[in-house]
Structures are given as structure tokens and as C-alpha cells.
């Protein structure tokens, strides 16, 4: 059962215009999101959080929204850059068995096109 | 500033032999993890540790061992190698936070393929 799911396996957005990455999750336990950015053969590297308490939050040309009664939440990256072409993870967290687990999307792949 | 460093990079075994993955971090972290990603999923936590000499199982352990002697560094073993162990395999590590928004810092991968 994917408690954490991305529904769009890939988007493909012009440079300079708005990229909209969405994630849902069923488990209203979760008590951060959080995103990630990963380049081909590099690891996964942290872009930015929200905490179940918040419903927006932002840094620099990201912003994060997160719709609890839908339990959705979204990326928003403005404006969109080339370089940001990655694929793009959602991560949800969970205290259990005395500590946090993450569960992961299986991932979005943003095209920036120049 | 090395971070988190997985090696080897990549790797050919055959099946029914034995490996070890090799995580160490740089950056006095509690937590340490290893994930798999394969083909369309995401990534799948396999073994995790809290602190030095903790081990605890995650979502798919079937297969694999860990060990956490020593604080930066956090072994995956694989005792006899599986064609369905065919993945890429991630550590990370993170701080102990209060609330689960600490960010997990990754190494770059091994990718490892079970003939």
C-alpha cells in the first residue's frame, strides 16, 4: 500500500514559467513533508520541509503547499530553470518504533525546456 | 567537506555470493540509513540505526544485514546474492531533531547488479 504517492511520473515545463509538482499521502500520522531533488547518478539532496502544522512554506523560488483536509500537498518552483531538470521526490514522516521513518513517492521527473 | 560516501560505486556479482556495502558520514550524525530504489518505486528502507551499536529493521530487510559499530560508519551486508537484490542502494544519515523535518543527507549511490 503507497502511502505516499506522485501520480505524474514525468513534466515537462518551459524556462521561466511556474513547474507544479503534486504529491498525495493517506496517512494523517505523517508530521513533516519534506522534498528532494536528484540529479542522475548523484544522490537524493533535501530542497525544503513542511511541517503537518503549516500549510505553506517557503525559500527563495520554492514554495511548498500543503492541503491537509486533502491530504496533498505541492512543489511550486518559480521560475523555473533549466538546471532544475531532476527528478523530484516526495518524503513523508513518521514517528514509529521510538523514531522517524521516512516514507518516499516514487517520483516526479521535471524537463525544464530552454 | 565529504558528507556521506557509499563505496563501491558499482558492482557485478554473481548469485549466491556475499558483499559488503561500505556508508561512512563526515558529519557526527545519530541517524544512519540504507534505502533501495529500483525501477519505478520509490525509495524503500531496508535497515536503519540510531545511534552507534543499534541496528533496527525497516520496510524489506529479507536478505540483508547491518552493522553499526562504529558512529560514522553503517555496513549492508548481503550474505548470498539474489537476482532480485538488482538495485541502487542509498545511505543517509541525519541529525536527531526534535519532529521528523530533519533532512536526510544522501551518499551517491551504489548501484549493484546480482547476475
Known amino acids: 500500500d503507497q502511502q505516499v504517492k506522485q501520480n505524474s511520473p514525468s513534466l515537462s515545463v518551459q524556462e521561466g514559467r511556474i513547474s507544479i509538482l503534486n504529491c498525495d499521502y493517506t496517512?494523517?500520522?505523517?508530521?513533516?513533508f519534506l522534498w528532494y531533488k536528484k540529479y542522475p547518478a548523484e544522490g537524493p539532496t533535501f530542497l525544503i520541509s513542511i511541517s503537518s502544522i503549516k500549510d505553506k512554506n517557503e525559500d527563495g523560488r520554492f514554495t511548498v503547499f500543503l492541503n491537509k483536509s486533502a491530504k496533498h500537498l505541492s512543489l511550486h518552483i518559480v521560475p523555473s530553470q533549466p538546471g532544475d531538470s531532476a527528478v523530484y521526490f516526495c518524503?513523508?514522516?513518521?514517528?514509529?518504533?521510538?523514531?522517524?521513518?521516512?516514507?518516499f513517492g516514487t517520483g516526479t521527473r521535471l524537463k525544464v525546456l530552454a | 567537506n565529504a558528507g556521506v560516501t557509499q563505496t563501491p560505486k558499482f558492482r557485478v556479482l554473481k548469485t549466491g555470493q556475499s558483499m559488503t556495502l561500505l556508508c561512512a558520514q563526515d558529519?557526527?550524525?545519530?541517524?544512519m540509513y540504507w534505502y533501495r530504489q529500483d525501477p519505478g518505486m520509490g525509495l524503500r528502507l531496508i535497515h536503519y540505526s540510531v545511534g552507534e551499536g543499534t541496528t533496527a529493521k525497516g520496510e524489506v530487510p529479507d536478505g540483508y544485514n547491518v552493522s553499526r559499530l562504529k558512529k560514522q560508519n553503517f555496513l549492508l551486508g548481503l550474505e548470498s546474492a539474489a537476482p532480485s537484490q538488482t538495485s541502487v542502494y542509498f545511505c543517509?544519515?541525519?541529525?536527531?531533531?526534535?519532529?521528523?523535518?530533519?533532512?536526510?543527507?544522501f551518499g551517491d549511490g551504489t548501484r549493484l547488479s546480482i547476475l
Open positions: 543517509a544519515s541525519s541529525y536527531v531533531g526534535t519532529g521528523g523535518g530533519q533532512p536526510q543527507h
Open positions: 518524503a513523508a514522516s513518521l514517528f514509529t518504533s521510538g523514531t522517524y521513518k521516512y516514507i
Open positions: 558529519m557526527n550524525h545519530e541517524y
Open positions: 496517512n494523517s500520522m505523517f508530521d513533516y
